[in-house]
């Protein structure tokens, strides 16, 4: 499945992506229940249809009484004060609203409050409104963009490439995101997944396998551990964390020297994301079989016990997580060659653990699902889309309640 993912995302070599089979299986309901308390912990539909709802607390802060019928009302889905976030509501479960689609090979995402920004290995940094509206192009003529992220007006990708030669665009760039002239902030050979954290830019120089540390001006350069083909990269204040062409993953000071094992081998290859919270690291795997996990284990003790979040994941890919949820996506399987079967999937989990009826399943029948990213209300993820057709989108649904 490798071949797939290299001939989808990018024509050379250097190129290292995941590709992966995962089964499709039925969509577990979010809560049809009138007085339903608490978060949504296993999925599993009541049963319940009854029209309005008394009493119990309803979704941040809701009224606990409304008439809406629960099985279709997009601002009362399944409880009283459950927003669709401009998608449909059917049999109580909220469904999908896409945001934008035409896209060549969508590869990245990032949320902020000034909307959504996306980067494609066609080579485009977009911004589109949180509800789909006023979409831009920011910047074109980029090579195999991939990995974006924003602070403040300036809005920051990472170009596949190499570093030097006529045209080449090797390396982080950025611009303003009312009026974009892109800049190089720092070259880099295929560099990937650009993000950031107080105020320092990270990112994953694959062909030179190294993360790399630099400010957002261009200077303090500097590689933080070598590992193996380098890909999904975060940091906190202490540390970068990352996944690689290796079987583990690893982290290593953001000052001084040292590299460490986050958790030991996964049975192969890991080459897809990783997230954190406070206390967490979160990522994703494809196993030796394109066994698909999703894992996490405290970073106070690394090594540790970890937390796995459901049992039949295949071609497992994007991650991110909010107060309560880990969220990740299932790239899907091939109908044929490079061609998506259309069943890729976004799946939720308390951070604690799944239920014992597995996860939550937001959304189904997706286009070689990718990167996700999470606000307040909602779960967004980009669909790479099948090669040479445009047919990559961005989409969201309501986070669960």
């Known amino acids: 499945m490798i071949a797939r993912r290299a001939s989808v995302v990018a024509s050379t070599a250097f190129c290292l992506l995941i590709g992966g089979c995962g089964a499709l299986i039925g969509v577990n309901d979010i809560f049809l229940d009138p007085a339903a308390v608490g978060p949504l912990v296993d999925g599993g539909g009541t049963g319940d249809t009854a029209t309005g709802s008394e009493g119990g607390p309803t979704p941040d802060g809701a ?29 109580g479960r ?23 920004y996306i980067t494609t290995g066609g080579g485009e940094v977009l911004r589109v409104d949180k509800d789909g509206k006023n979409k831009k192009v920011l910047a074109a003529g980029q090579t195999d963009a991939r990995g974006v992220a924003v602070e403040g007006t300036t809005v920051y990708w990472s170009n596949g490439d190499f570093p030097a030669g006529a045209g080449a665009k090797g390396g982080v760039w950025k611009c303003d995101v009312n009026s974009c002239t892109p800049q190089l902030v720092v070259a880099a ?8 954290s107080d105020g320092w830019l990270y990112f994953a120089e694959n062909n030179n396998s190294a993360v790399r540390r630099v ?29 690689s062409n290796s079987t583990s993953v690893y982290r290593a000071p953001i000052t ?14 890991t080459l897809t994301f990783i997230t954190l919270d406070t206390e967490r690291a979160y990522w994703t795997v494809n196993e030796t079989g394109n066994k698909g996990r999703v894992r996490s284990v405290a970073k106070a003790t690394l090594g540790g016990t970890t937390i796995e979040y459901g049992t039949d994941n295949v071609a497992s890919y994007g991650i991110a997580v909010d107060d309560r949820f880990v969220y990740w996506s299932n790239d899907g399987t091939e109908s044929a060659p490079g061609v998506s079967a259309e069943d890729g999937e976004i799946r939720a989990c308390p951070k604690q653990g799944c239920a014992a009826t597995g996860p939550l399943i937001l959304a189904d029948k997706l286009v070689f699902a ?31 309640r």
């Open 63 to 91: 009224p606990t009484n409304c008439t809406a019928d629960l099985t279709s009302d997009p601002l009362h889905c399944g409880v009283c004060g459950n927003d669709c976030v401009g998608g449909a509501c059917k049999a």
């Open 94 to 116: 909220c469904e999908p609203v896409q945001l934008t689609g035409l896209l060549e090979q969508a590869n990245g995402i990032a949320v902020a409050a000034s909307g959504v």
């Open 189 to 196: 050979n295929w560099a990937m997944n650009v993000t950031l």
């Open 215 to 243: 400010r957002p001006d261009g200077t303090a350069n500097t590689a933080l551990g070598a590992p193996n083909k380098p890909f999904g990269v975060v940091a906190d204040a202490t540390h970068v964390y990352y996944t």
């Open 256 to 269: 001084g020297t040292g590299v460490e094992d986050v958790v030991g081998a996964n049975n192969g290859i």
């Open 370 to 400: 990718g990167p996700v990213a999470v606000d307040d209300k909602a779960v967004y993820w980009v669909e790479l889309g099948n090669p040479n057709q445009s047919s990559g989108r961005v989409r969201k649904v309501a986070r669960p």
